[in-house]
T-cell receptor, first 113, second 114 residues
Framework: DQQVKQNSPSLSVQEGRISILNCDYTNSMFDYFLWYKKYPAEGPTFLISISSIKDKNEDGRFTVFLNKSAKHLSLHIVPSQPGDSAVYFCAPGPQGGSEKLVFGKGMKLTVNP | DSGVTQTPKHLITATGQRVTLRCSPRSGDLSVYWYQQSLDQGLQFLIQYYNGEERAKGNILERFSAQQFPDLHSELNLSSLELGDSALYFC?????????????FGEGSRLTVL
């Protein structure tokens, strides 16, 4: 049961350009979202989050936008760097008394030098 | 280094066998989570323990079981292994405070079932 959907499995961009990773959800009760990044042979690491009281959260080159009416969030990376090449997962915040996260299937970003 | 330690890093075994994966959470973290990552399924939540008690259950097969010990380390037991159980198994821990939803993942245990 995918609580969020990352419909594009991969994205390739040139170094210095913008990367936009998308994530859709259906449950309008979700009020908090997280993005994780995963390099090969490593575990996922927390990247950035957004609360529904905001429509944007920025951390350096990473910005997450939340469109509640469209039930859509996106992660923008500007400028993209080769070191950003990884798999990115989105997830709604913890629900129902457990801190577990239910991740989307992920999107593989490749940033070409 | 997330502070979460998983052993073994790699494991190759045969169908029908049983294996145990071990996880040591970050110091002070009471919650431990197990996730499975196979090629086309992304990161699947299996089970969560909090201070020794099962807190949440996900898509964990009946052939799989887990526990968390008094010293807070956790073990995931996989039995009657099938080819389809080949995957990366991640353990994560969380402090229960700080950034909501921030889990700290280990580097994973890669299981290959032949």
């Amino acid at each position: 049961d995918q609580q969020v959907k990352q419909n594009s499995p991969s994205l390739s961009v040139q170094e210095g350009r913008i990367s936009i990773l998308n994530c859709d959800y259906t449950n309008s009760m979700f009020d908090y979202f997280l993005w994780y990044k995963k390099y090969p042979a490593e575990g996922p690491t927390f990247l950035i989050s957004i609360s529904s009281i905001k429509d944007k959260n920025e951390d350096g080159r990473f910005t997450v936008f939340l469109n509640k009416s469209a039930k859509h969030l996106s992660l923008h990376i500007v400028p993209s760097q080769p070191g950003d090449s990884a798999v990115y997962f989105c997830a709604p915040g913890p629900q129902g008394g457990s801190e577990k996260l239910v991740f989307g299937k992920g999107m593989k970003l490749t940033v070409n030098p | 280094d997330s502070g979460v330690t998983q052993t073994p890093k790699h494991l190759i075994t045969a169908t029908g066998q049983r294996v145990t994966l071990r996880c040591s959470p970050r110091s002070g973290d009471l919650s431990v989570y197990w996730y499975q990552q196979s090629l086309d399924q992304g990161l699947q939540f299996l089970i969560q323990y909090y201070n020794g008690e099962e807190r949440a259950k996900g898509n964990i097969l009946e052939r799989f079981s887990a526990q968390q010990f008094p010293d807070l380390h956790s073990e995931l037991n996989l039995s009657s292994l099938e080819l389809g159980d080949s995957a990366l198994y991640f353990c994560a821990s969380s402090p229960g405070q700080g950034i909501v939803g921030e889990l700290f993942f280990g580097e994973g245990s890669r299981l290959t079932v032949l």
